[in-house]
């Protein structure tokens, strides 16, 4: 925000400067000399002002990549293991309140969904591990299956819906 204001400050010392003698400027050294440095502090303070802006594309990136990484894990785990816990979905989808302030709602929403799945899918591997009736594992088992396979799914809308934030250009 500095370097807009040094920029916006050097064009007004410009344009003023050349309104203010009708061009008079021109004649003398020192005028030639004030407008060529008003130029170049333009430039360099627009320079200023795109590396900037790109450095803060750089650094949330990184913060980006970070949870779509996390999120990558859980999906992962689901489908090599079959199962999750609750930390680990907290990790991925619930836990990170960074996430609220680096995506769109689009990707909350879709974090929302991914830590409800994978509540669900915790619950019933975790039910799964107690004693039950043969109808309750039967059931709790088709419960597990069904999220596995929508974890499965996952992976290309997960690719999908983060694609937007994960770009430098």
Known sequence: VNVFL???LAILVFVAS???????????????????????????????FRVNRM????????????????????L???LQEGRTDMAQVNRAA???????FLFGPEV???LREVHKQGVKLAI???????????????????VAHDMCAWFLEQFAEAKKVFRPYLRLA
């Open 94 to 100: 619930g836990g990170n309140a960074e996430s609220d």
């Open 18 to 48: 050349a309104l203010a003698g009708y061009f008079q400027w021109l004649k003398s050294p020192d005028g030639i000399l004030g407008s060529v440095t008003a130029i170049a502090v333009a430039y360099i303070a627009w320079e200023q």
């Open 6 to 8: 040094v920029w916006l």
């Open 124 to 142: 019933a591997c975790d039910q799964l591990r107690g004693v039950l009736t043969p109808e309750q594992r039967q059931e709790q088992a088709k």
């Open 55 to 74: 450095r803060l594309q750089v650094d949330l990136y990184d913060r980006r990549l970070a949870v779509y990484q996390d999120l990558r894990d859980l």
């Open 108 to 110: 909350e929403s879709y």
């Open 76 to 78: 992962q785990t689901v």
